[in-house]
């Protein structure tokens, strides 16, 4: 073992053959990640929208920190979700540690400022093409975020999009919160490391392949979405 | 007088001043605007048109100086007033919605929206591009949709801001045709131009503006035929060749 034309006819007759430990991981996986982006979305486009429009005291310092926490390490994010949830934790009677629910949680807080910081960006620079005549409409405020999040609604695939790539992507947090348990909270990236780390290189190649391809896929979908939309609405 | 039937016109300007970045862009102009009449402000690039139509309209405040509307009344205004821009902002929707979207801004009831942006569309000769996105539209035609979705809850007063200014001579046609009927419908046209040809062709007056100060106003005949002020002459004389 160890070479990698073996190690990359191993992945391909573990894709091939449609392993029953290997469709559960990456269901798994898929699950907790498009969960995690799907709360982070409906958090985090409001959130940026809010930040792009609003007119507040300590706006710039909200917008940098924001654009900061999207390096968020997420082993940080594990370990600061551990804390919570574990049993001496604030949280820790919900007995989520170790539990795919807990996993989402980590993956949405690493995602969310991605998600709000893009967004924020795209709003505030659409706004100034349609400011004027929002204004001269009469619209302001939530009205003028909720239009400019919808006008840009093509746009912000982009946004939701790295927003999965970094979630489907990391390994720190959920290796922390889910502890990589077989057949309950192992997802392709932990079980990559894992076994990587043993030795079973086929596994954990065959893993790394389908993540890629799947992340190919999804941002191919997304731009062929956004490019018909846009010959389609303008 | 009922509330709906309140009419915001006249507008009067005193000593309005405006300034950006240390220069004066406006400089004590003063005027009233009464209903009737359609009136041009006319001048050059860097007049300082734009921003006496944005001044007027609200959406910029003046550095110094006041700017009243007979009624006062921050919702009636907004609904008796519309503005069409140079360049028309239209939302990724369709033409229709562009203007229904308008009209729910304006609490107009949802059930009577779809019509009124019907009647609105018609008004501007767009009803067969009633479902189409606005964005894919031509120039010309967003700018006519411009004029509907300006249009559709006919308010008393319509700034136009060089309407026509990135538009081919067909469509500028097709623009003036809509702005001369709906100043035949009563509604007071205000129109910023640098294009002598469009002052006379729409206007019934002339404000003539240049470097930020009003020159002139007279009646468009007079001012073409005799303009008082020398730089009205100049302006007139040296535009002409390419009007």
Known sequence: ?234 | MSSAAQRILPLSLAEVCFGAGGRAILDRVSFELEAGPATIILGANGAGKSVLMRLMHGLIRPSSGAIRWSDADPERLRRKQAMVFQRPVMLRRSALANITYALGQARVPRSEREALAFEALESVGLPHLAHRPARVLSGGEQQRLALARAWALHPEVLLLDEPTASLDPAATREIETVIKAFDAAGTKIVMATHNLGQARRLGDEVIFLHAGRVIERAPIDRFFAQPAAAEAAAFIKGELPWK
């Not at chain 1, 551990?82 to 604030?90: D, E, H, I, N």
């Open chain 1, 1 to 234: 073992m160890g070479s990698l034309p073996e190690a990359l006819y191993g992945a391909a007759s573990l894709i091939a053959s449609g392993d029953a430990t290997l469709v559960g991981i990456i269901l798994l996986s898929l699950g907790v990640s498009l969960s995690a982006v799907v709360f982070a979305t409906v958090l985090g486009l409001p959130l940026g929208a809010a930040i792009a429009v609003g007119r507040f005291a300590g706006r710039k310092a909200t917008v940098v920190l924001l654009n900061a926490l999207m390096g968020l390490p997420p082993v940080v994010v594990g370990l600061v979700v551990y804390l919570l949830l574990s049993r001496a934790g604030p949280l820790g009677s919900l007995g989520l540690l170790f539990t795919p629910p807990a996993m989402v949680i980590a993956q949405t807080i690493l995602i969310l400022p991605i998600i709000a910081a893009l967004c924020r960006q795209a709003v505030e620079d659409a706004w100034i093409e349609y400011e004027e005549q929002l204004r001269s409409l009469g619209v302001a405020g939530t009205r003028a975020a909720l239009t400019l999040v919808w006008e840009i609604r093509f746009s912000l695939l982009t946004a939701v999009l790295a927003g999965l790539g970094r979630a489907s992507a990391e390994v720190g947090a959920v290796m922390i919160v889910g502890g990589n348990i077989d057949g309950v909270t192992r997802v392709m990236t932990t079980t990559i490391a894992l076994e990587t780390s043993k030795g079973d290189l086929p596994l954990a190649l065959s893993l790394g392949i389908v993540l890629i391809t799947l992340v190919i896929a999804l941002n191919a979908a997304a731009y062929w979405v956004k490019e018909a939309a846009q010959r389609r609405y303008g």
